[in-house]
């Protein structure tokens, strides 16, 4: 790992931040002492089930209880117990906490059990018959487009935006070459190491009571006093220790939490529902998938002159989060790239498939896994260097983006590309294999042509790819192998779009304990990306006190303020920053009050038990205000859609199989500009925890349908990369400030998951010779591509 600050750029010395210190909550983890959901056991608890639909769409004629099983002790629950609305609260009302009388999605909820045991639980389920009325699915997003049948409104459409600026047609016709593309991106798994599990009580004053592994306690709490129409205080959400949610724990635990608390209300006992592995890939949200078809004018000296770009994405069954997974995609669909004429003309699809939702990236991997494999594209087009088109085209401080905004500070785009392409020797490599790949191609058809038999390769492990055994007749042909690099440029908007932070108008807080140490109250959760670390450091920062010495407070809805959900890679860059001004404003009392600067976190501590005993509690707490000279409006798409972005470069090296089709990342250079590194081997796990995900999605995760339902929603077939797989990462940090963010911090989460899909097919593109434009690169895709006529 290496950092790399923009010229001129002098970051202070500090004591915490910039600093990796050791993770806070890290010990109780590695030692078992961390207590997550499926450790918890309350007295009388019931452990819950779901009773689902098989079909994907269809109306529910009657649900039938087997009359051989016996029911004694089992709570039953559906639609009809629900106290207020039968709604999931979200963006709009149209999803139903259990399905009433129409089933609109395989997987679909339409009956909840409960028993003291879990096993005879579970074997309630099989003893529930759901007899419907099958109607005609819409499975793909041209069957919706086409109205196959009306799911949503007049034309099946949850979203459409338009973003305009130019003139495009002028850009077209000034062009030298005009290149079309399209490309395509199926459904992505989660897949957090934790499955989804919530816990319910009832409370004595009348209310319900949820904790579990979740992202946005806030959204759980909304969603649940809209399900028992109940007061805001007569509801509690606090979060339990989460193994992971990557957006899969952002808006589905206001599902299973309405459902855990509906049998504890019935049945007025403690419930727990626990998701297996099965049931958790089956029945949750994924990645959209969507389909981008690029049309770009490009002039002789590789200048973008017009950019005229189609997004369909595949919101499911329900409206969920599908209008801003759009939103952000089709912001990020002209990549990080200057062009004066854009058009990008955005849908979100209805299907009769599970709703899909947030996913780290929350629509730019899609949009600009187009654009990356398209710009390689431009470039071939016209005889251009990829490296040396992106060098033209990538935005410079001063550049307007296509809604209209001027980027005035921490453009790290070419920054972020440099050190990438430097670090990974990116232009010799491809130069080198280029050479090598044409070697072997007309080594192997003159050998072909003479009719000699193919070099054999050892059964032997241990020799390394291609060498020859001594004895080549008792041993297979030589494999047909080639190497190729690739590489990406993207960019990702810290924060939420538009006025959509003003809208949230996150609150967070500190005050001191009984034993005087400061205490962060936040709602924003610890996911595993380090949270809990981070915000110590900055905290600690201010006041003077090691990281160590900040008390952080369980994300309670009873406790802390809404400080708006763990997403968007705002955690750091928008709360953060609310707390460093909590801790300055409280060092700022507590000083006065001493009448002396604080020393250490004892002079601190004595200062802080002397202030809270001789004036009561100290509570400071700060708001979100909008970054000055940011307009935005929501009617048109115009204006800054985030207070900054940040930026990120991939090169990725491969071997590719030219006789199997099976493609080996050999190698990964990962460049980021996050602004400041507050936490740099926890920035750094979260580039190579993204880049991971994203050599994933590119070339193992395909998630398989059958008639509306996942058929492989088990590990065994549904492939993510082990430690075994994922290649060796270069990371380089960017450190470029952002001057509203905490000591120059940007968002970091989601930037690392945009890259690595369109670099790995860049350099299957050069090892092969075959683009495919659609991922996953599947060995069979692979070799369609290469049998269509692509050279080899």
Known sequence: MSTRRAAGTTLLRSASVGVS????EGRDKVTGRARYVD??????????????????????????????????????????????????????????????????????????????????????????????????????????LAKKALLYGRDNIFKEITIARGDLDAGFAAAHRIVEGEYR???????????????????????????????????????????????????????????????????Y???????????????????????????????????????????????????????????????????????VVLSRGAIHAGGPYRCPSVRIHARAVATSTPPNGAFRGFGAPQTQFAMECHMDRIAEAIGMDP????????YRLGDTTPTGQVLRESVGALES?????????????????????????????AEGANGRPRPRRPAARGLPPGALASDPGSLAPARRVRRGIGLSLVFHGAGFTG???????????????????????????????????????????????????????TPDTDIVPDSGPTVASRTLMVVGG?????????????????????????????????????????????????????????????????GVFSYGCCVVEVEVDLDTCETRVLGTVASADIGRAIHPVLAAGQIEGGTVQGLGWALLEDVRWKDGRVWNHQLTNYIIPTSADSPPIDVAIVEIPYSHGPHGAKGVGELPMDAPAPAVVNAIAQASGARVSEIPVLPERLMRALRAGAPA
């Open 387 to 394: 490296l040396a088109l992106r060098r033209a085209n990538a």
């Open 39 to 144: 450790d918890l056991r309350i007295p009388g608890m019931l452990h819950g089930r779901t009773v689902r639909s098989t079909i994907p769409r269809g109306r529910i004629v009657r649900v039938v209880l087997d009359p051989a099983f016996d029911w004694s002790g089992v709570t039953i629950a559906d639609h009809r117990d629900i106290p207020g609305d039968n709604v999931v609260a979200l963006i709009e009302d149209d999803q139903p906490l259990l399905a009433a009388g129409e089933i609109r999605h395989a997987e679909e909820p339409v009956l909840l059990l409960a028993h003291e045991d879990a096993e005879r639980a579970e074997a309630a389920t099989r003893a529930v018959r759901i007899e419907c009325e099958p109607l005609e699915p819409v499975l793909t997003m041209e069957e919706a």
């Open 417 to 445: 590309l440099e050190i990438a392409v430097k670090r990974s020797d990116y232009a010799a490599k491809r130069a080198r294999y280029a050479a090598e790949n044409a070697e072997a191609t007309a080594r192997e058809a």
């Open 578 to 642: 609310l707390l460093e001004s909590c801790a300055r404003a409280m060092r700022e009392r507590l000083e006065l009050y001493a009448e002396r600067a604080l020393k250490d976190e004892r002079d601190f501590a004595r200062v802080a038990k002397r202030y809270v005993a001789e004036r009561g509690p100290l509570r400071l707490e700060r708001s979100y205000e909008k970054p000055p000279g940011l307009q935005w409006s929501d009617a048109d798409y115009r204006g800054d859609a985030y």
């Open 253 to 323: 635990p206001s599902m299973i939490g309405g459902h855990a608390a509906l049998l504890a209300w019935k049945s007025g006992r403690p419930v727990k529902i626990m998701y297996d592995r099965l049931e958790d890939i089956a029945a949750t949200t994924k990645r959209h998938p969507a389909v981008m078809r690029v049309r770009a004018g490009v002039a002789r000296d590789g200048t973008l002159t017009a950019q005229d770009i189609e997004i369909v994405m595949d919101g499911g069954a329900y409206v969920t989060l599908s209008p």
């Open 499 to 553: 006025s959509g932070e003003v809208k949230l108008a996150s609150r967070a807080a500190l005050d001191l304990t009984p034993e005087g140490r400061p205490r962060i109250l936040s709602a924003n959760t610890e996911i595993g990306q380090g949270t809990v670390t981070v915000f110590s450091q900055l905290v600690g920062e201010a006041l003077g006190v090691p990281a160590a010495f900040v008390a952080f407070e």
């Open 185 to 251: 991106c199926g459904h992505q798994e989660q897949l957090y190491i934790e499955n989804n599990g919530m816990i319910a009580e009832r409370t004595p004053e009348g209310g319900i009571f949820v904790r579990g592994s979740l992202q946005c306690p806030y959204y759980v709490h909304k969603a649940l006093a809209r399900i028992f129409g109940l007061p805001a205080d007569k509801v509690r959400v606090a979060q339990t220790v989460t193994g992971g949610g990557f957006g899969g724990k952002e808006e």
């Open 21 to 24: 210190v050791p993770r806070l």
